[in-house]
C-alpha cells in the first residue's frame, strides 16, 4: 500500500516537472521579422502620480510591438519592488529567427548583453533594434501577466516611460531613445496593457 503511493507520488513530481520545463520552454518561430515596426513614442507634460510608496513621473507615452529576446525576473536588487521583471526585446530584424540564430543573448544586473558569432548582423544595427527594458507593473494582474510571458513570444506592451523617485532618495530615469547603449540606456516602462502570442 505505501509503495504504490509513492509511485503515485513519484510520478507526480515528475509529472509537474516535466510540465515547468514545458511552461518554461522559449516559444520557436520560423525565420522571417516578426515585429516589423519601430516602438512608437510621443513626450508628454504629466503631474506625477503615486505607485505604492514612488512617484512616478511620465515622460512620454509608449508602445511596442516586439519579440521577446529573454525575460529577467528581479527579487534582491533596490528596484526589484517596483520594477520585478526585465524584458529583452527586439523589433525589425532582431525579431527574426534567422538573424538571432547568429547572437546568444543574456540578461543579469539590469542589463542585457548580445555576444555575435561571425556571421551576424552588424552590432549597431542589432542593438537600434533591441533594447532591455525594466517593467513596472501598473497592478498586479498586469504584472502576473507579464510573468507569464516566455522567450520567443510576441508582445504588444503599452503604457509610459517614466521617471520615479521613491524612499531613501531612490531615483531611477528611463532613456528617451533607442539609440543610446550602456548605462542608463534602458527604459523604465510603466506598462498599462499587455497582449502575447
Known amino acids: ?14 509529472g509537474a516537472g516535466v510540465a515547468a520545463l514545458v511552461e518554461g520552454r522559449a516559444v520557436d518561430r520560423p525565420p522571417g521579422v516578426l515585429a516589423p515596426d519601430e516602438p512608437w513614442q510621443q513626450l508628454v507634460e504629466r503631474p506625477p502620480f503615486a505607485h505604492g510608496d ?7 507615452d509608449f508602445e511596442v510591438d516586439a519579440r521577446v529576446l529573454s525575460v529577467e525576473t528581479y527579487s534582491m536588487d533596490g528596484g526589484a519592488r517596483l520594477s520585478p521583471i526585465d524584458f529583452a526585446l527586439g523589433w525589425g530584424p532582431m525579431s527574426d529567427s534567422a538573424v538571432l540564430a547568429h547572437f546568444r543573448i543574456t540578461q543579469g544586473a539590469r542589463f542585457f548583453t548580445i555576444y555575435p558569432d561571425e556571421q551576424a548582423l552588424d552590432i549597431p544595427t542589432a542593438l537600434r533594434s533591441s533594447s532591455n527594458m525594466h ?37 531611477w530615469k528611463s532613456s528617451l531613445t533607442r539609440a543610446d547603449t550602456g548605462n542608463g540606456a534602458c527604459e523604465l516602462f510603466y506598462v498599462e496593457s499587455i497582449e502575447k502570442r
Open 1 to 14: 500500500m505505501f509503495a504504490h503511493w509513492r509511485v503515485v507520488v513519484a510520478l507526480a513530481a515528475v
Open 54 to 60: 514612488y512617484q512616478v513621473t511620465p515622460l512620454a
Open 135 to 171: 517593467l513596472i507593473p501598473a497592478d498586479d494582474s498586469i504584472e502576473d501577466r507579464l510573468k507569464g510571458v516566455k522567450p520567443g513570444n510576441i508582445v504588444h506592451l503599452r503604457g509610459q516611460l517614466v521617471s520615479v523617485a521613491g524612499p531613501n532618495n531612490f531615483t
